[in-house]
């Protein structure tokens, strides 16, 4: 998988360019079907995982311009001192990017998926794709979230819309704090948060009977202990001056950023999205026998000719080159 991820990777970049290289990455059906040509199952939430640790494997030890941190687990904790090793420029805006991007699908996505995979896919430039994954344990079945952010294709807002895709077979109701409905939302809270905390305690520790009575069951404002108010109380001494600022704060996580939002929908009328963002490939086989098992013979014949076609380009020799290119035309 490793050896055909990187010829495959060569090819991209030789023809096109990294951050050609890098939108592809952040495009749902292209990192699907890449996962099938490895070798993995289509439906499968291992597809990911391993199409990313091929990718990691295979990018990082050669320099072809795209180097790749994190993982699955407790891989993924380790992404900013692996950024910090690899990366050349913009090293700590491409930790930010990694960190925030997390916490917006853990805390502004609430859509009942638990993410256990982040990968950072950057650039000597510093363009940038984020490709992670979670899972629902009610339901078992997970969900992958795809960021991008090059010259071309630069992110504008972590906070309102900023996914090029999130893909999951499953489709529920989803509290989205980045949808374009939610943003007097989050202005609302930004508005609260700035206020004096004391004014919040009594929704936010169950002190006053108008939640219960006026909002639906599933709607009901979770009560808040006493390290929530505290974070609260440095948010308020920060004064944060825009949403993404008070979503970055070490400490507001899920329950905060839903507590504020509901306060702003109960008390303000702040309308708030409860849409699922979330949108809905073999050649060589796939690991589980289907449609046929794995055929690793064929698998490193395709490797070597794709080698020997980025030898022979690299000389000037691309009749193989441009005949992948009019294979196409067959499908």
């Known amino acids: 998988m490793v ?5 495959i990777s060569k090819i991209i970049l030789l023809e096109y360019s990294v ?76 930790v930010y990017a990694s960190r925030l991007s997390a ?3 853990n805390a502004l996505v609430q859509d009942g998926y638990q ?28 969900r992958r979230y795809h960021w991008l952010s090059t010259k071309e294709v630069k992110l504008e807002s972590f906070v309102e819309e900023p996914h090029q895709a999130i893909c ?24 609260l948060v700035k206020d004096d905390p004391k004014h919040l305690e009594k929704y936010l520790t169950g002190q006053t009977s108008l939640v219960e009575f006026h909002l639906p069951r599933s709607h009901l404002i979770p009560r808040m202990g006493e390290r929530c108010l505290r974070t609260l109380r440095r948010v308020y001494e920060a004064q944060p001056r825009t949403y993404e600022e008070l979503v970055s ?50 698998m490193e014949e395709s490797t070597q000719m794709l080698k020997q076609a980025i030898e022979e ?10 005949a992948l290119k009019r294979l196409e035309t067959l499908i």
């Open 19 to 94: 951050d050609q290289f890098l939108k592809r990455m952040s495009n749902p059906f292209f990192f699907q079907a890449l996962g099938c040509v490895l070798g993995f199952d289509w439906h499968s939430s291992g597809l990911t995982t391993t199409t990313c640790a091929a990718l990691k494997e295979a990018l990082n030890r050669e320099n072809l311009g795209v180097k790749v941190a994190g993982g699955k687990g407790s891989a993924s904790k380790k992404t900013p001192e692996e950024i910090r090793s690899l990366a050349t420029c913009d090293v700590e805006r491409l």
């Open 103 to 105: 916490k917006v699908d």
């Open 249 to 298: 704060f070490r400490g507001v996580g899920p329950k905060t950023v839903r507590a504020l939002a509901l306060i702003s929908k109960l008390i303000y009328g702040a309308e708030l999205s409860w849409v699922d963002p979330a949108k809905y490939s073999f050649a060589h086989g796939g690991k589980d026998g289907i449609p046929y098992p794995v055929n690793i013979k064929l």
């Open 168 to 191: 999951c077979d499953r489709r529920g109701e989803t509290l989205d704090l980045t949808s374009k409905r939610s943003q007097e939302a989050r202005e609302v809270s930004l508005d």
């Open 3 to 7: 050896q055909l991820c990187r010829e």
């Open 313 to 322: 380009a690299k000389i000037g020799v691309k009749d193989k080159i441009n």
């Open 115 to 142: 993410l256990y995979h982040h990968t950072i896919l950057f650039s000597e430039d510093g363009s940038w794709t984020v490709v992670q994954q979670g899972l629902n344990p009610e339901n078992g079945y997970a």
